[in-house]
């Protein structure tokens, strides 16, 4: 199977993949995720031997590159007036108290709440995204949710 050019494929999942981004990391950190995301891509794409489900493989660097924002997240110095509002992302859309509340999800909920919720992938897809098993994915996704549901006044 031969790959399309690249600028194809981009065109095609960028919006996807930042709407993706958005969700997860907030709009000011999507941006730099988004440009690592694009970059990793565009280096490995010349050696990629299947491209069966390139959506799933930009997925699957978009939520690497999330999780490698997390940590750096921790490690980062985190000035005071900003304490408060740290661990949620801003809405993209739609209710900013259901945002809030995953955004304190931990961060492998997080990511899968949002796949399985917003972006409607399969729990094959979410566990090929994060590198785990898709009982993992779907455990992931369960206690996001269960957790979103204990917060009062979230309606998830």
Not at 2 to 15: G, I, M, V
Request: net charge neutral.
């Amino acid at each position: 199977m031969t790959l399309p050019p690249f600028q194809r494929l981009l065109d095609e999942h960028r919006t996807d993949i930042y709407r993706f981004l958005v969700a997860t990391v907030g709009r000011q950190a999507a941006d730099d995720c988004f440009q690592e995301t694009f970059l990793s891509a565009l280096r490995a794409y010349p050696s990629l031997r299947d491209a069966s489900n390139l959506r799933g493989w930009l997925f699957t660097i978009a939520t690497r590159k999330t999780l490698d924002h997390w940590r750096g997240e921790r490690r980062r110095p985190i000035p005071v007036e900003r304490l408060p509002d740290r661990a949620a992302p801003e809405p993209p859309d739609g209710d900013p108290e259901l945002w809030s509340a995953v955004g304190t999800l931990p961060p492998m909920q997080r990511v899968a709440v949002i796949h399985r919720y917003v972006l409607d992938l399969s729990y094959a897809e979410i566990a090929d995204a994060l590198g785990i098993s898709e009982e993992a994915a779907r455990a992931n996704a369960y206690e996001g949710r269960r957790k979103l549901r204990s917060m009062q006044g979230v309606n998830a």
